[in-house]
């Protein structure tokens, strides 16, 4: 008589990780790769090669993203008057988008990284989205130039954050770009200055 097989019982799926579980996973390993030569090299070529603000903000969510397992990135400006707008983004959801102006000037007041385990239920939001936030500030001549923000669809168990040796290595590669985005965005603002009226002749 043959021997009897046992079923298989069909296995699930992996429960995916959230936003600060992804992070805690990854923390030892994206510390090495920060660390590297190649990291500043990479990153400081990809925010180098135009004059354009919006090229320029691209290259870095393009580079970052690379590094840290986001569902959607943004780079927002953020002026002198508390006027924001937005120079990239990827991936970012209208519910997001809305909650973009209160993440920047969050992040432009406190000058330090922001992060929401939820966002609609942080008291410092007004936002009705369920997912999940971290945003780091892009400081030059000392101010805030411009929020890198990065969402996870879902929301987290615990805040999203990095290590503290993680986190002070991405603030170090973060400050060596940040000026040439400043550049960027100095060279527009006087762009706009310069323009003339067709028809009077006079500045703008």
Same mark, same amino acid.
Request: positive net charge.
């Given at each position: 008589?043959?021997?009897?097989? #046992? ?21 030892? $390993? ?25 090229? &320029? ?6 580079? &970052? ?10 780079? +927002? ?20 988008? +809305?909650?973009? !102006? ?5 992040? /432009?007041?406190?000058?330090? !990284? ?30 805030? /130039? $411009? ?5 996870? #669809?879902?929301?987290?168990? #615990? ?17 060596? /770009?940040? !000026? ?5 965005? &100095?060279? #527009? ?16």
């Amino acid at each position: 008589m043959a021997p009897t097989r #046992r079923r298989s019982r069909p296995r699930g799926r992996t429960p995916r990780l959230d936003f600060a579980a992804r992070l805690a996973a990854r923390d030892a $390993a994206l510390r090495v790769r920060l660390s590297t030569p190649h990291a500043l090299s990479s990153l400081l070529k990809a925010t180098s090669e135009s004059l354009d603000p919006a090229e &320029v903000a691209a290259q870095l969510l393009t580079t &970052v993203a690379g590094w840290i397992p986001a569902s959607a990135w943004a780079v +927002v400006a953020a002026d002198r008057t508390g006027r924001v707008s937005v120079l990239a983004d990827r991936g970012v959801a209208p519910e997001m988008a +809305v909650a973009l !102006p209160e993440i920047a000037a969050l992040v /432009v007041r406190d000058r330090r !990284p922001v992060a929401s385990a939820r966002l609609q239920d942080d008291a410092r939001l007004a936002s009705a989205f369920g997912g999940a936030m971290l945003a780091w500030p892009l400081e030059s001549r000392g101010a805030c /130039v $411009a929020t890198l923000i990065a969402f996870d #669809r879902a929301p987290s168990v #615990r805040v999203p954050a990095l290590s503290g040796p993680t986190r002070r290595r991405l603030a170090l590669l973060l400050a060596a /770009v940040a !000026p040439s985005l400043d550049k960027t965005l &100095v060279l #527009r603002r006087v762009e706009a200055l310069s323009v003339t009226d067709d028809l009077t002749r006079l500045y703008n």
